[in-house]
């Protein structure tokens, strides 16, 4: 049995055993997609806050409906909706949606730290949902379900990670995720994208600026969004970046045919991938995508399913033929 | 009439370390004796400071007071009381109000306010572009007759080696040192601490350290061609300490600060909470060495707090949002008697650090001796006590040092004769 | 608190006989097994489903598919529980579309895991009928819910507990009586 959890800010904070935890409670949940009737009663009468301070499409509708399935209701704030344009803080904000007595708040901001800083000031549950360039500790929960799917371990695996990493939230949970299952990353993009320190964040971590290099010996290449509004900053031509760090179907040849390939998405084909290996069997995109379901239900059973008293529940359940 | 009986005299002036009584009669010290038993002045106080240190009274060049127009975070009157608190008798601050300080009228109404509700002296700085927006000169001449002690855009750098030449080549005339904000406000963009492996792990935009020496570097050749002084605001790497370092060894005028935070704390102990956001970051931790090193054999001239108060709502947002700047007053003292105890810093370095070094930069003396004002700070090195914030005479509690444990404090502050402060009132 | 046992309910032979004469009864009252499928109840309901089919299959080489739910999501009690509960996978391999169900668990009590049971079942699909096989019935319902095979019927007090012990799970096979002492 694993810690209980209170939040899930990051990965970072967690433990490899709360980790592989969580994936095994995600394991009834991926069953689960493929029932006839995807509505279960387990959440009935529970509130999911889904309070997304940045704009976003798939994690807001991927935590909606796991909420959904899992027989919860879900409150929803939109930045553009908020009042956060008429200059009310992050703190009154929460405090307000807090007042209406959810169970929990899945978080997601653009400013590093600011599920943290929430959860800090209020009792509620938080998960992080992605806070600006730190952590998107889900995104790398269903990224390790989906390779212990297809390679049967997430240990000791050769990871590349290709894009734009300093600004990736989703290349920091992964390098902390993995990096707890001993994995060895090679780390590749141009280098302003690439400051040393990121070897800092775990024991096997290299850089290389030259994908075809990094992708010598991958098991599996996690491709990272460009984010069109970075290349301004710092200023690298589009052209550029396709021409040295789009993942083609040549390139993924060094990686070798059982190489498999991630992408958080939103997936712009023929920037950073090229439309062959993004629709090709190496792929793991729509996997990724169901997996996201699965273990977001999964987390939300194991923060709100069951209650905090601390009595002998447990024996009597067992009792309770 | 005040004695001051049985202290431990500190007084880097004279290099005084002695047993010694003090008189003080109608703002001035009076008379100074080796201390043996004498009586209470029949019309005064007498305070015993048999195990305490007295020194000349502590000089912060560097403070926001934020009046006028930042009442709700901290005011004139509350602000000197924290700083009495802190053993401060003079308070420099920064002129980066509203109204900026920029011309005389402002500079009057500073002076004209404290010396109502003030509970140390108040010297301001007096801005070095109109408005500190960096682009012609502000009235530097006008305010110096008013009473401004040094020129700053702090908070900003001074923008361009042109007005900056400018501004050095007439304040040598008017002999104010020009204090500089040092920083290349490129590499700085959008950052909201020190680049390394702290902000990468955390993923906020960091600066690089040299943001701050670039502009060092430039500031000190144009010292070098203008020969004005110059002093660096809470300077915070090895690398501008360096250029410092080198500047005094050329005979430049050049002098620098830094701050209680930056000897203390470093870029690993950022975490998502704004009371550990300020402008320059906390360094990492070979800087923090280097600048304890420069404390300690006299390249750094001076600890100054850049007290920076805040309204609580103001630091209680997401860190890329908040503002920068810890409040200092009453922490530093403490703060510089850790690295005295750790073994870093000598007393007298210490003495030094907040009297007569700063007086240097503006050009003063400091010393405890007859005839001289009766500016004392006479403090505890063994006092245990725990700073509570919310037993601060500070308007704004936005410091990162909320219930740490010291040892050592001021007791008395002494501001022209008067008790500005006694503990435990 | 601490659990004393009281007195040994079956041994193993028992248990295995008891069994053997479920299955039989099972067979004759659904006019042969061409349409059944035996479902465990997480955990001891999963052994007891496959023993019984392996003795359906020595009466009339009936091959009965036998599948395992998991209902802790289907628990009303989950608010009661402290820790984080360790879900498992149902594994039905079968569409319980249009199927004669067996639910097979050992001990009914209130009723309440039956409930989950059904609900789990039903959203799985639509058996054309479900019922229930345990070991022990020991009473104390709380819901309209009784097995149609039961293999003992056994009078309890409501401060003792009926522990079904079996090789697969246990390392030990019989039924004891055991009862909570403050």
Known sequence: MAERLRDLLSIEDLTAQQIAFLLDEAKPFQEFQRYLLKKLATLRGKTVALAFFEASTRTRISFATAASRLGADTMNLQAESSSLKKGESLLDTARTLDAMKPDCIVMRHSCSGAADFVARHLDIPVINAGDGTHEHPTQALLDALTIRDRRGTIENLNVTIIGDILHSRVARSNLHLLGKFGCRFTLCGPPMWLPREFECLGKRVRRSSKIDDALEGADVVIVLRVQQERLHEPSLPLDEYILLYQLTPERLQIAGPDALVLHPGPMIRGLEIDPAVADGPQSCVLEQVTNGLAVRMALLFVMIATGSETDDARGSAHAAH | MLLIKNGRVIDPSSGTDAKRNIWIDRGRVTRIAPAEGPEAPPNGEALDATGLVVAPGFIDLHCHLREPGGESSETIETGTRAAARGGFTAVCPMPNTRPVNDNASVTRAILERAAAVASTHVWPIGAASLGSRGESLAEIGAMQKAGIVAVSDDGRPIPSAKLLRQVMDYCRELDLPVIDHCEDTSLFAGAVMREGRQSVRLGLRGMPAAAESIAVGRDIQVTELTGCRFHVAHLSSQASLDLVRAGKKRGLRVSCEVTPHHFTLCDEDVVYDARFKMNPPLASKEDRAALIEGLADGTVDAIATDHAPHEAATKEVEFDLAPFGITGFETALALALELVRAGKLSLLRLVELFTTGPARVLGRKRSIAPGEPADLTVFSTDHLWTFEVNQSASRSGNTPFDGRKFRGAPMFTIVAGRIAYRRGE | ?182
């Open chain 3, 1 to 182: 608190m601490r659990v004393v046992e009281k007195t040994q309910l079956m041994s193993a032979t028992e248990i295995d006989r008891t069994l053997q004469r479920l299955a039989h009864e099972i067979v004759e009252k659904s006019g042969g097994a061409a349409n059944l499928a035996l479902i465990g109840i997480r955990r001891r309901g999963v052994p007891l489903a496959q023993r019984i089919a392996r003795a359906m299959h020595g009466i009339e080489h009936l091959e009965v598919p036998v599948g395992t739910l998991d209902i802790t999501l289907y628990r009303d009690d989950l608010s009661k529980i402290a820790s984080h509960p360790v879900l498992h996978s149902s594994e039905i391999a079968f569409p319980v579309d249009d199927k004669d169900v067996l639910l097979v668990d050992d001990v009914l009590y209130t009723g309440r895991t039956a409930r989950a049971a059904m609900n789990g079942l039903f959203d799985l699909g639509r058996p054309s009928r479900v019922r229930m096989a345990v070991l022990i019935d020991r009473g104390h319902r709380e819901l309209p819910i009784e097995a149609s095979f039961v293999g003992r019927d056994i009078q309890t007090s409501s401060r003792e507990i009926v522990e079904v012990r079996l090789q697969e799970i246990d390392r030990e096979e019989r039924v004891m009586l055991v009862e909570r002492v403050e």
